[in-house]
């Protein structure tokens, strides 16, 4: 079987990506510092939607990034070692964090505007559960500001984010949508990730860190950044090319219109998925 090199070599496309990435990333380092807009609570708005207990996250911040760093470096390392695939382990890499960086300010520049406190916002102004009399907060600075962050859900939309580009992957991969329709151990395996993300977007109701408003929304912005930067470098899911990179897919069609036999088509329909050990004709899922 012939192995085909990486295809997006070292040049001024591949700079200008690695660019927009580290620009996504400082802005969201920057974000995460600054100051929520600081929204006017009403006493009996305070005593009736804040007042929840303060707990401690049954999903701490790192375990979430545990799961958001390592997951894009095992799909990676699936298409590299298991599918033979050098361009997928790169082009997974490039979907995950262009999704990554987007969704993180997209999250950061919603909850600093938005302002709206956490239910758990009372304990974290009143530490000692006495109020002031002009409702001046007593507690950490630090515990306040973050208080004033609920909306969107940051759990929500980074697990939703990370984890949904795991399931598209997935889905592709193993043709869930497109030439391999009707095994539930298929549909199975693509949902697992989403399922995973909405456990742990579902642990901030739990703890009292977020509102269901902030789940529901950061969980639908984690997804939809997932899927559309997915598209950007892979074919649609529902296609006979599902799973297979642009990159490639241009390269092996321009081949194959200048009179060479390698047709990508032609490839995905004579190979099967080495992921559910089937007999690996060809690379290409």
């Not at 997006?8 to 929520?36: D, G, K």
């Not at 002009?134 to 973050?146: A, S």
């Amino acid at each position: 079987m012939l192995k085909m090199p990486l295809i997006r070599s070292a040049n001024f496309n591949l700079f200008v990506e690695i660019v927009v990435r580290v620009i996504l990333f400082s802005a969201f380092c920057y974000m995460e510092t600054m100051q929520p807009f600081i929204r006017v609570i009403q006493k009996a708005e305070l005593e009736s939607d804040y007042m929840y207990p303060h707990m401690d996250s049954y999903v701490t911040g790192g375990m979430l990034w545990t799961v958001v760093l390592s997951v894009p470096c095992v799909l990676s390392l699936m298409a590299w070692a298991v599918c033979n695939d050098c361009n997928d382990a790169f082009e997974i890499l490039l979907s995950w964090s262009l999704a990554l960086g987007i969704n993180g300010v997209l999250t950061d520049m919603i909850k600093l505007m938005a302002g709206r406190p956490r239910p758990d916002f009372f304990y974290r102004c009143f530490p000692d559960g006495v109020e002031t009399k002009y409702l001046q907060c007593t507690g950490d600075p630090t515990e306040i500001m973050e208080g004033r962050k609920s909306f969107p859900s940051g759990h929500s939309s980074l697990s939703f984010c990370t984890l949904g580009v795991a399931s598209a992957w997935l889905c592709g991969r193993l043709g869930v949508l497109s030439r391999r329709r009707g095994s539930g151990l298929r549909v199975i395996g693509c949902l697992l990730p989403l399922m995973l993300a909405a456990g742990i977007a579902l642990s901030r109701s739990c703890d009292y860190h977020h509102h269901w408003q902030d789940i529901l929304v950061g969980s639908i912005l984690g997804y939809s950044v997932a899927i559309f930067c997915y598209r950007q470098y892979y074919n649609p899911l529902s296609s006979e090319l599902a799973g297979i990179p642009y990159i490639v897919s241009c390269v092996n069609t321009a081949k194959f219109f200048n009179g060479k036999p390698d047709s990508p088509v032609k490839d995905v329909k004579e190979e099967s998925t080495p992921l559910l050990n089937g007999k690996k004709d060809d690379k290409w899922i």
